[in-house]
């Protein structure tokens, strides 16, 4: 099986994006499916994750992303408005190895990732 993220691009500040995480070969309705990102000289970080029916967000980008699931399409979205230049990253969709809630930002609980998407957020 397979994640796929695409979407990403350069955008100004306070523009918006949308990323895609496409699945092939399971269903994504079954898992926890999580975004993560990782910034130059920095450690990744988990951004938003969907089990469930639950969404999680993380502080600095609460209120301004939001994830979203369509089953009919087995992909999961990010909707990212008001980006910033601190949004500047590689994006990556993953699978949850097991049903996880709370532990979402650890991403030693993931054991599937997509090949991310470069987000660049500059004027």
């Known amino acids: 099986f397979q994640l796929q993220a695409s979407g990403g691009g350069l955008v100004q500040p306070g523009g918006s994006l949308r990323l895609s995480c496409a699945a092939s070969g399971f269903d994504l309705d079954d898992y926890g499916i999580g975004w993560f990102r990782q910034a130059p000289g920095k450690e990744r970080e988990g951004v938003s994750y969907i089990n469930v029916g639950r969404k999680f967000y993380a502080n600095s980008v609460k209120d301004r992303f939001t994830i979203s699931r369509d089953n009919a399409k087995n992909t999961v979205y990010l909707q990212m408005n008001n980006l910033k230049p601190e949004d500047t990253a590689i994006y990556y969709c993953?699978?949850?190895?097991?049903?996880?809630?709370?532990?979402?930002?650890?991403?030693?609980?993931?054991?599937?990732w997509g090949q991310g998407t470069l987000v660049t957020v500059s004027s």
């Open positions: 993953a699978r949850a190895s097991r049903l996880i809630f709370s532990e979402w930002r650890n991403s030693p609980n993931y054991a599937h």
